[in-house]
T-cell receptor
């Protein structure tokens, strides 16, 4: 079935640094979603991408829908301590009846 | 924005107890709700899809008699873990959407329930 891979698996960065993470799939996706999960809480939707090549920003976050439709990137500029958490990419199943989540990228920000 | 409330946030109980978790959409009608389980340092694993007024659809490997789901109204779905055992200890998260299934409506997540079975 469809699988999503995320890299890196975890990151430790200094406050103020920029962050880049990516998500790749075994098959074509028509929608990419990026969620953030704070410790002990449910995921929160950050950015949704619906078109190949689309570049969308949400504050310091920017995500891009890869032109091959098999990947997506999330960038965080000037990281701050509250950026700590797990970032999941996700996309619809082939039948569009559920969402498939990637394994996540864990981000730690050192003050 | 859309708010999903999940209750309780934490449960600690003895082995053999049945535990009910509620998921409510507070400001929108949720035609579909999803129940996930998440083990430490792992991703969300979909357990079942709950549609209002119909039987839930369970993912492969999830026992429907063990995890009872009821979606009686457009704002409430419940997950009951029957005769819970230590291996059922996990973080259970619900999400809700106003779209049928996935469609183009994003899912809004509750804050999860930490279940610990002693």
């Amino acid at each position: 079935g469809q699988q999503l891979n995320q890299s890196p698996q975890s990151m430790f960065i200094q406050e103020g640094e920029d962050v880049s993470m990516n998500c790749t799939s075994s098959s074509i996706f028509n929608t990419w979603l990026w969620y953030k999960q704070d410790p002990g809480e449910g995921p929160v939707l950050l950015i949704a991408l619906y078109k190949a090549g689309e570049l969308t920003s949400n504050g310091r976050l920017t995500a891009q829908f890869g032109t091959t439709r098999k990947d997506s990137f999330l960038n965080i500029s000037a990281s701050i301590p509250s950026d700590v958490g797990i970032y999941f990419c996700a996309g619809p199943s082939p039948s569009y009846d559920k969402v498939i989540f990637g394994p996540g990228t864990s981000l730690s920000v050192i003050p | 924005g859309a708010v999903v409330s999940q209750h309780p946030s934490r449960v600690i109980c003895k082995s053999g107890t049945s535990v009910k978790i509620e998921c409510r959409s507070l400001d929108f009608q949720a035609t579909t709700m999803f129940w996930y389980r998440q083990f430490p340092k792992q991703s969300l694993m979909l357990m079942a899809t709950s549609n209002e007024g119909s039987k839930a659809t369970y993912e492969q490997g999830v026992e429907k008699d063990k995890f009872l789901i009821n979606h009686a109204s457009l704002t409430l779905s419940t997950l009951t873990v029957t005769s819970a055992h230590p291996e059922d200890s996990s973080f259970y998260i619900c999400s809700a959407t106003s779209g049928g299934g996935y469609s183009n409506q994003p899912q809004h997540f509750g804050d999860g329930t930490r279940l610990s079975i002693l």
